[in-house]
């Protein structure tokens, strides 16, 4: 997060200053300073908006949410001091009116949104540059990732055109993914437990592999690297291949022709990184979050009482729930701008939210 921060100012500072220089060079010196003063405003959008996520999960959380609404103020107190410039200059003044406003020009009004504006162009090129990252690279999921996923696959030798896969050769995955404390795991176990007449649809999970049956095979994935995920006790590992597995098994033992076996497979956001760049995978995406920051702070506080999240040394509970109050965060935004996620649930209410998922 402070990598960020500190990337999106500096990158904002760089574009500003060479954004400065050919305004001075084609339109004048004073529309420089005024795009000049618009990109004060827009540093100072970021630093008040920074505030708030700064102060999260602290005592000083509302503070900082109250202070982070000045951002808005910005660009306008940039507007006013050009329009009190403008009626300084007397007989000068471009607008020549007794409204303090109207004596900003429309030359001069757009200068400084163009600065104010200018954080956004580094922004968007921070988010493509973390897109096309070896270790977080995106794909579309739905009908749309099957058709890349299969552009992708491996190419005939001889001519080099993309092999004959169809999308009766993938795995249809129901990914259910989302931030911690939202209660995900509890609503995937609910779904796999739920048995109702008439459907057609067979749920069924991957075969992890257990260290304590089968330790030569577990060290031979962690030594290949092919585990997917390991849970936090360092027991259970997930492999791509036992996701496919699973819905051959489910096909093999069902007894109705129509039913489509799909692999639920209930990931935090690092495994769920990984499936999309899994081929022979046909991902239905899920996000589950909750309705506020709020709610997420409760939740954690409560999970840090019933010791589900320990306190490490030198920590504290504040200290410990500002911590994962940051990582919901940053989950939070990868949920929303990472495109992967073709449905949301809110899981706020569990009868509501187990009819959604269904």
């Known amino acids: 997060y402070e990598a960020l921060k500190g990337k999106l100012y500096r990158y904002t500072g760089i574009v500003g200053a060479v954004a400065a220089l050919v305004c001075d060079l084609t339109r004048g010196t004073e529309q420089a300073i005024i795009y000049l003063a618009g990109l004060l405003s827009s540093l100072g959008y970021l630093f008040f908006l920074s505030l708030k996520t700064d102060t999260i999960a602290t005592s000083q959380s509302q503070f900082g949410k109250n202070l982070s609404g000045l951002r808005f103020v910005t660009p306008i107190i940039v507007l006013v001091g050009v329009a009190l410039y403008n009626q300084s200059l007397g007989d000068a003044n471009p607008a020549r009116s007794q409204n303090i406003f109207s004596t900003v020009t429309p030359q001069q009004y757009a200068a400084t949104m163009v600065g104010f504006l200018t954080y956004r162009l580094p922004l968007l090129l921070i988010q493509i540059q973390d897109a096309f990252k070896e270790d977080e690279d995106i794909v579309p999921t739905g009908s749309a990732g099957v058709a ?145 920051v709020a709610e997420f702070e409760q939740r954690v506080e409560n999970m840090i009482d019933n010791s589900e999240i320990p306190i490490e040394e030198d920590e504290t509970k504040q200290s410990t729930l500002r911590s994962k109050i940051r990582e919901i965060v940053k989950e939070i935004e990868f949920g929303i701008s990472s495109g992967i996620f073709e449905f949301t649930i809110l899981n706020d209410d569990p009868s509501n939210t187990d009819k959604s998922l269904r």
């Open 148 to 292: 890349l996923k299969l552009m992708q696959q491996d190419t005939d030798e001889e001519g080099g055109k993309p092999s004959a896969l169809s999308v009766d050769d993938t795995t249809t995955v129901f990914l259910v993914s989302g931030p911690q404390a939202t209660g995900r795991s509890e609503l995937v176990k609910r779904l796999l437990e739920e048995k109702k007449e008439g459907y057609d649809i067979q749920f069924t999970t991957p075969a992890l592999v257990d260290r304590v049956k089968d330790g030569a095979t577990f060290e031979r994935y962690f030594q290949r690297d092919e585990f997917l995920s390991v849970d936090s006790t360092g027991r259970y590992g997930l492999t791509q291949q036992a996701i496919l597995d699973a819905a051959e098994t489910a096909n093999d033992n069902s007894n109705d022709d129509s039913a489509a076996p799909i692999v639920v497979v209930d990931a935090d956001v690092e495994l769920a990184k990984k499936l999309v760049r899994q081929s022979g995978l046909r991902l239905v995406g899920v996000w589950v979050g909750l309705g506020s």
